[in-house]
Structure formats: C-alpha cells, structure tokens
C-alpha cells in the first residue's frame, strides 16, 4: 500500500501495482517510488519486473530492472550499460534502441549516491534517444525540500520550466497491524522453528513501542529472526523499549550464530578447518563483527558510501579490495559468514541500512556479555562529517540513552575539541549525536567548544554557554536557545532557520516581491505603500520559478504549501499571531513572505520546511498535573490526547483512551491520584476514564449547557462542574451518577475550585463580582462582594485553605481573607484576563498565567502584613499559558501546559549570588520553533545583520 505524497495523510493509501499500471498506460513519464529505509521498495521494483514480464506480449515495453549501485555512473549512457552486462551486442543494442520501448525500474538511486536527474543527463528527454518510462525507487531520508527537481522531467529547452504534468510520485506505507500479523503466519513456515505464531505476536504487542518499529518490513524479519534471543535476555517485556539498533544488534547475533553452527558441521578442508579453530579461539562472533565494521569503514573511505564492491581477484589483488574479498582462507570464511550478497564479482551488505549500522560501529562499538565478544566499549573520531547521514546518526542517537557511558564519553568528545584540533569533526559529530538522541544541555558550559558544521536543530540548550564557541555553520533550527551566552562565539554561516519578521504601523492589506526579487512591497490598508530592499531588510526599499507551488494563507495563522502537480498539501508554516492575510515567494523559490495584520514573516525555505512537516500535531495542552508521588505529569490536549510525562527526563508515552467518537471537548480535570479523566463535552455531559486501563467510565448529564469548569475534591471522590447553564453541580463519584445542585446562579456558571480540606468550594460566575464559598458539609452558601468592577474568572485555594487567590477579567489578582472574610491585597498581573492562578506546596510562591505568552512569579515576602514581590516573568511561550501545576516533593518545580501544544516543566533556583531567583528549563517536547528569548551575543563575529534581527525579534540581547 502506499500514499500519493509525503504530505498525504496515512489513512489516504492505495494498492501501489495498480498506481503504477496507471502510471504505466498515461502519459507521464518519471515515477518516483519513496519510502523508509527497509519498507520494501527494492522488494516491490523485483515485484514489479516479474510481474510486468508475467504478463508481457510481443511489442510490449520491454521491462528493465536496473541496480543503481551495481552501474559505474549511472548518470550517463544508462541503459547502454545495463544492455552491455546482460551480453547483448552493439547492433542488437542499436536495434533496441530505434524501435522499442522500455520501462526501466531504477532502484537505490539514493543507494548509488546520485544527485542529478538521471532522466536528463542520459537524454531521455531529448528526441532520437531511447524511448523510456522510469520508475525509481529512492529513501525518503535522502532527499531535501525540493526533491521534485531531481526527477521531473526537464524540457529540451532549457528556458522553459521543468515538466511536472509529466511526473508522478507514491510514498511505500507501513505495515498495518493485519499485514503484520499475515507476514507473521507466511514466516513461521519458511522453516523449521521452536516457536508458534502466538508466542511471536504476544511479544510484538507486548514491548512497547515494537509493534511501531516493526511496521517496518525489513526491521519485521529482523525482529523475527532476533526475538528468541532477545526473549532469553529479558524477562518482563512490558518493561523493555526495543530500539532500532537494539534489533540490528541481535539480528547480527543470530546471523554470525547460524554461520558458526554451519561452519561446525560442515566437511571443512584441513586447511579451513585449522583456521575455523583459529576463529573460534579469537572469537568468532568479535571477529565477524570486526570484519563487517571495517569493510564498512573502508567502503565509506575508499568508495564514498557506494555500498557496492567490486573484486575480480586478477584485477584487485593488491588494493584494499583484498583485505576483504581475497583468497586468504580466514578472508573467505568472514566473508561467507557476514551478512554480505554476491552477484557475480560485486558485493554488498544485504540492506543498505546494514552497511550503516556497521559503519556506525566504527564510531561506537556496545559492550555485550558474550563470552566471546569483546566487552570495551569504544568511541572513535572519524574524519567524515555525519550530518549529511540520518541513519547513521539514528543508530548511535539510539545508543545514548541505554548506555550513559557512552553519552558521557561523547560529551568528552565535545570538551576536548577547546584544545585539540584534531577532535573538532568528532565533537561535531558528537554533539549532533547528543541532540538528536534528545539530551539536554541546559545550564551546560560549552564554552570554547569547536563543531563547526554541527546540526543542532531541535535541540535545547536553556542556559547553556557557549561564550568563545566555533559554531561556523551550525544549524540552530528550532532551537531553545532561551537565556544561552553566546559572546565573542565564531557565527559565521550559523543558520535559524526562520527570518526576522517586518513591523510596520497599520494593518497590512498585501505584498508582493519584484521580479529580480530585490524588493518588497506592502500595502496598508491605510492606502500606503512600503517597500523594502530584501539584502538589508531595509524600508526604501523568493510563486518560485518552476510554478512548484502554490502558497496559500488562512485564518488559523498558518501558511501552507501545495504541490501543482498533485494538489496535495507539501508543508505547513505554524504561525503564532494573527491570522495571515497574504503570503508570496521569492522569484528564485528561497524565501517565502506571510503577511498579519500587523506583521510581515519570512522564511528560508531549505531550511525550515523539510523538518516542519515531520512533526506530530499539536494542540492546545488544557491541563497538567502532577501524579499523587509525582514522578509523573499527565497532561490533556484538544485533539482527545492523555499523555505520560517522567518528570526526571520528560519522556512521554500516549494513553490510549478507547474512544467511539471524538466529541469536542470544552473542559477537563484529572483526578488528585492521576487514574481518573473528566471531560466536559460538547452534548452537555461528563465524560468519565479509567486511565490505567483507557476504559470509558460513567457519562454524567444534568447540565442543559456547555461545561466550562471541572474540579475533583481532593479525596477524588466529588467532581465539582460549572456550566453556561448558570448551575454548579456536585457529583458523588462513590455511590451515584446524580448530581446535587450547588448553586443557580444569576449569570453563566464558569469556575470552581476545591479547597485543600474538600470542604469548601469556591465558585463564580461569567462578570461576577461576587465570590461564592459553598460548604459541603452543612450545604449553606455564603457569598462575599467586594471585588467591586471586578469580573472573577479562576480560584486557587492557598494549601492552609486559610486563602483564596482570585483572577479576574480585569487582569488583577485578588487574595481574600477566608477567616476575616474580606480582602487582602490586589496585585496587577497580565495583560489580559487571567487563566489559571496556582500556589506551590510550600506557600511560598505563586505562579499565574494570562492572556499573554508569559507566566508570572511571586514570592511571598516575611512579616504580618499580607505582601508579594514579583521575581520574574517566564518567557519562551509562543501562544497563551492555560494552566500550571506545582511539584508537591519537590516545592520549586512546576509544569506549564500551554496553547502552543507544549507541555513544560521548570525549576526556581538562586542565581548563585543569593541575591535573587532564576526560572530554568527542565523539559519539554520539540515545538519546532526558535525560542531566543535572552541569547547573550555580546562581541560575537560572524552573525548576518537579518539573523541578528531575527535574534533580537525573539529577545536576545542586542550587543553584537
């Protein structure tokens, strides 16, 4: 199965053959076929051949599968070539070429290390040449933004644009669980095995996260094949995480284990039977292993990656060749033992993603306990820069987590690069490791380090000082980069991955590039019009050239991008203001403008849209809490996602909720022990979960209107909800789905709160300027006026209970005296209404979040009288803060779930000095988004005048 694009969504799939039977009978020309590394396209373009000369008829196509990496230049005389090796003479090929037609099935175009279109370097475009259909099959991870220029089909003349009415494209889907579960019955049979079909299911859908690692057909036979010895390693497989690297691991076990098994009870000559003693006293699994790890070295070193070796013992004797394909009796018996094909003369791994692991050997060998592996692990320094290579990086970011050795040693990779010069690739590769792996560097001295190159995107660096640092090319893409120290730092060629934005006074109605693209204009609405000279982004003042796409702009703040040639999405833009009103490219197709109200954005097409689209959707988190032993945060979105934070690393696990229907949901709770969701939905009921089990529970209906408040007594036993129906409700969880009504009041019912004791509860009211205290116990109703113009909309109980911080409309926070029954102090807060007001255990702080990108802090001050100092305002938000919760352990953490789709937690400590408090960052997920939000880049050389806009624009100091 396969989808159209890799915009597409992954439930829009089609049966692939018959795409390509279209594809075949149209008048299209190129097919790209492209998927993940080991989904299947080598498997699928066999396929293809067979069946296309199953059903072959005199004067058909003649069908043609071509091995990219088996072909010396591929780029030239193609067909030619592939002709000559299947012995067909000079006249016959002549012939061939006036008077048939081909369909060439090109497969491994990424595998042959191409870059250029292979339909128009061997003049498939041009008349008299061969007449051609091609399909070509390449990995997803090889490509960059603008992919479709490699394969479209190019017109004669050069002045016209490329073809893309000629050019087609199909993404090879996962397998699906029920494809699993077949491949699964068809392996078992293949031969004779000690376990049964259940047994191998039963583990898949136990490990978590293995049945998605397994959608993947290549890493499914790996797993298969691993899994008996995975299973006597381990013992609890709800408790174990399988990785990529971890299913190469054991399935390179078990392949070395059957090829010394074959070995031991082969007729071995005399000869080959002295040295197979001689392997096994040197270990044979560590020398099979070595074999594979330097071949896959020299391949990289000697061939550039071309994983296909050619060895013609006459010719290659003498050449590194040798080492590994040579008569040498010990050569042959690693050879014939390694997970190696032969064709004829040529070699290669059996999967190309097998050369990457072993390459990724060479840099980082795991320790194992077998007997006869060799028990060290070991980080080299490779001379070869690994950002142009995402397998290779995945497979060592999949070794830092279960072995922080192996995380340390590359941190001290990235320390010794301050001195040694011959380390500065290495600490480039090092630290690109570390980010992708997901480490955090917050409040980390980097400083002086040197990794020139680096690809940093995605990572977060809170605090983090890189003062004197050689960051010569590094990519920051969707960096946190909040409160870094970046002074006297080398930036030359550094990239962000967005550009500044333009600021002008009035609302902006259009813009448009000029032609040469050197100019930018903007129309106001107040019938002015600006221009901006587009090197500086200075006022006097790239739809791209090849009519790609078509950029559209919405009212969700977004700009998309769609494909011409299929009408598909290729990327979306996520926008944090307005909603945008224009949006145009550059004439060369680099830049893209976006207009709101009162902004112009611009973005750098390489760099920030190939990243964009891969990431998960987000949605607004409402509510965040911590577990009763807090050593976990759960946290709900709009979009019906629970999830599982670990509050020491921040990393998540969904919970499945086993929905029917996704409802809209308008308000939500978590229960005090964490094992209960409400939800408020939008038929007016309550909707109640199990989450250990994601089972439905009972569905509450009493409300007449929407829900906008939900709030669990502390014992979880009573769940307290206001509605617009102007009622607040008290549910008894224990004994009954009846509600006893609270209160009617005389305007919308919008929020309650419990106090700590469960007693009390508070509630209010929709421009109520009345606080309302309901006691469960003696079920009187006592109301206390006093915010006088003031609209209450949020509660928060001290944790004595003894007072009640109220937030209102009016962008204040009231403290009301419980026992004196009047008010205490009035703060001015935000900017806006408040959203959530939240005390920390200790009673010592107080954390609020408004209408405003920001949560502020205040610190209760000593003495009698009631008083509050403000300590900081929390930035790096991109959307409102809705909610905050406090650690009760640990009484200076607190988590953050914001409109943005993030969840985050924090940390107060003292500055060093104990003179003040600063807010670090603990975790958080990617938001895709460059958060800079007081980068220090005093006397830092090398940074572009538009990067340093764009710094300042997001908040970092401007002292460059």
Same mark, same amino acid.
């Given at each position: ?91 016959? $090929? ?8 081909? &369909?060439?099935?090109? =497969?491994?175009?990424?595998? %042959? *290390? ?26 997803? @991870? ?72 397994? %959608? ?12 008996? &010895? ?167 970011? =999949? ?87 970046? %002074? ?42 600006? &221009? ?15 009519? @790609? ?19 598909? *999405? ?72 629970? @999830?599982?934070?670990?509050?020491? /690393?921040?990393? /998540? ?11 809209? $949901? ?116 006592? /109301? ?18 003894? @007072?009640?911080?109220?937030?209102? $409309?009016?962008? %204040? ?69 809705? =909610? ?77």
């Amino acid at each position: 199965m396969a989808k159209a694009n890799l915009q597409a969504r992954d439930d829009a799939l089609f049966p692939l053959l018959e795409k390509v039977e279209e594809f075949l009978t149209s008048e299209r020309r190129v097919m790209l076929v492209l998927g993940d590394s080991g989904i299947g396209k080598s498997t699928f373009s066999r396929h293809l051949e067979r069946q296309l000369w199953t059903g072959y008829k005199q004067g058909d196509p003649i069908p043609l599968y071509i091995n990219l990496p088996f072909v010396d230049n591929p780029a030239h005389e193609l067909v030619e070539k592939v002709l000559y090796y299947h012995n067909f003479l000079n006249n016959q $090929i002549l012939e061939m070429k006036q008077h048939r037609h081909f &369909i060439l099935i090109c =497969d491994g175009y990424d595998e %042959s *290390q191409l870059k250029v279109n292979i339909h128009t370097t061997n003049l498939f475009n041009q008349p008299g040449q061969w007449k051609v259909k091609v399909i070509i099959s390449c990995r997803t @991870q090889y490509l960059e933004l603008d992919y479709h220029s490699r394969f479209q089909p190019q017109p004669v003349d050069r002045c016209q644009s490329a073809r893309p009415d000629l050019f087609q494209e199909a993404v090879l889907a996962p397998f699906s669980k029920a494809q699993i579960d077949d491949y699964v019955s068809r392996y078992i049979p293949l031969e004779s095995r000690s376990w049964i079909k259940e047994a191998y299911m039963r583990i898949l859908a136990t490990v978590p996260n293995l049945m998605d690692l397994v %959608s993947n057909p290549f890493l499914l036979t790996l797993a298969l094949e691993a899994m008996p &010895i995975i299973a006597d390693r381990e013992h609890n497989f709800s408790a174990v995480k399988i990785t990529r690297v971890e299913l190469y691991d054991a399935f390179v076990v078990y392949w070395l284990g059957v090829n010394k098994r074959r070995l031991e009870s082969n007729a071995l000559s005399s000869g080959d039977r002295r040295v197979f003693d001689q392997l096994l006293d040197a270990g044979f699994y560590s020398m099979g292993l070595g074999y594979s790890t330097r071949l896959a070295m020299a391949i990289f070193e000697r061939q550039g990656g071309n994983a296909v070796v050619q060895y013609i013992h006459t010719h290659d004797s003498g050449t590194w060749k040798e080492e590994f394909f040579g008569l040498d009796p010990e050569v042959r018996l690693l050879q014939e033992s390694s997970p190696l094909t032969r064709s004829g003369s040529r070699f290669q791994f059996l999967h190309r993603s097998m050369f990457e692991y072993f390459f990724s050997r060479t840099i980082y060998t795991p320790a194992r306990s077998d007997a006869d592996l060799d028990s060290d692990g070991d980080i080299g320094s490779p001379a070869f820069q690994l950002t142009d290579e995402p397998s290779i990086l995945q497979f060592l970011s =999949d070794r830092v987590k279960p072995d922080p050795d192996f995380e340390q040693q590359l941190r001290s990779v990235i320390d010794q690069s301050k001195t040694d010069p011959a380390a500065i690739i290495g600490a480039a590769n090092a630290i690109t490791i570390l980010v992708k792996a997901g480490a955090l560097f917050h409040g980390v001295d980097l400083q002086g380090i040197k990794v020139p190159g680096a690809d940093l995107s995605d990572g977060q660096f809170d605090f983090a000082v890189f003062r004197g640092a050689d960051l010569t090319g590094v990519n920051f893409a969707r960096s946190w980069l909040r409160q870094v120290d970046m %002074s006297m730092a080398l930036l030359e060629g550094v990239r962000f991955g967005e550009l500044p934005y333009l600021e002008v006074e009035g609302y902006i109605k259009d813009c448009a590039y000029s032609p040469d693209g050197k100019m930018l204009a903007m129309a106001l609405v107040q019938a002015i019009v600006e &221009i901006y000279d587009t090197t500086s982004w200075t006022r006097e003042l790239p739809s791209p050239p090849t009519g @790609q796409w078509i950029a559209s702009s919405s009212e969700d703040g977004t700009v998309r991008l769609w494909d011409v040639s299929t009408g598909t *999405q290729d990327s979306i833009l996520p926008g944090r203001d307005d909603q945008v009103c224009s949006v145009t490219f550059s004439p060369d197709g680099t830049q893209i403008a976006s207009a709101t109200f009162l902004k112009v954005r611009l973005w750098e097409v390489s760099s920030s849209l190939s990243n964009v689209e891969s990431q998960s959707p987000l949605d607004l988190a409402w509510k965040v809490t911590y577990s009763s032993d807090c050593r976990t945060v759960l946290s709900a979105d709009g979009r019906g996602t629970v @999830q599982k934070w670990d509050v020491k /690393s921040g990393a /998540s696990d969904s919970i499945s909720i086993q929905r029917l229907y996704l409802q809209s $949901i308008r308000t939500r709770a978590f229960s005090p022990d964490g094992n209960q969701l409400a939800e408020g939905v939008e038929d007016f009921s309550i909707l109640l979960w199990d989450l250990p089990s994601g089972a439905p529970g009972p569905i509450l209906k009493e409300h007449t209107d929407r829900l906008y408040s939900l709030s669990y007594s502390p014992c979880g036993h009573r769940l307290a909800s206001a509605s617009w129906d102007r009622s607040v409700r008290l549910w008894d969880l224990r004994e009954t789905e009846q509600s006893f009504l609270v209160a009617e009041l005389d305007r919308s019912a919008e929020s309650v709160a419990f106090s700590p004791s469960g007693r009390g509860l508070a509630l209010g009211s929709f421009g109520g300027t009345t606080v309302n205290v309901f006691d469960i116990q003696s079920r009187t109703l006592t /109301s206390f006026k006093g915010l006088t113009g003031q609209s209450n909309t949020v509660f928060a109980y001290s944790p004595h209970g003894q @007072q009640l911080a109220i937030g209102t $409309i009016e962008k %204040s926070i009231h403290f009301w005296d419980l026992q004196s029954n009047k008010p205490n102090i009035v703060l001015k807060a935000h900017y806006g209404p408040i959203f959530c007001i939240a005390y920390s255990s200790c009673a010592q702080w107080i954390a609020s979040c408004g209408s405003s990108d920001t949560v502020q802090l205040r610190h209760r001050q000593p003495g009698e009288a009631e008083s509050w100092s403000f300590v900081t305002s929390v930035r790096g938000f991109f959307a409102d803060v809705l =909610d905050i919760a406090w650690n009760t352990v640990v009484p200076t953490e607190f988590i953050t779930g914001c409109a943005d789709g993030s969840v985050r937690a924090w940390r107060i400590s003292n500055d060093g000095d104990g003179e003040g408090f600063v807010v670090k960052f603990l975790w958080g997920p990617k938001l895709s988004i460059l958060c800079a939000d007081g980068l220090a880049l005093k006397d830092a050389t090398g940074l572009s005048p538009i990067y340093q806009k764009l710094l300042v624009q997001r908040g970092a100091i401007e002292d460059v």
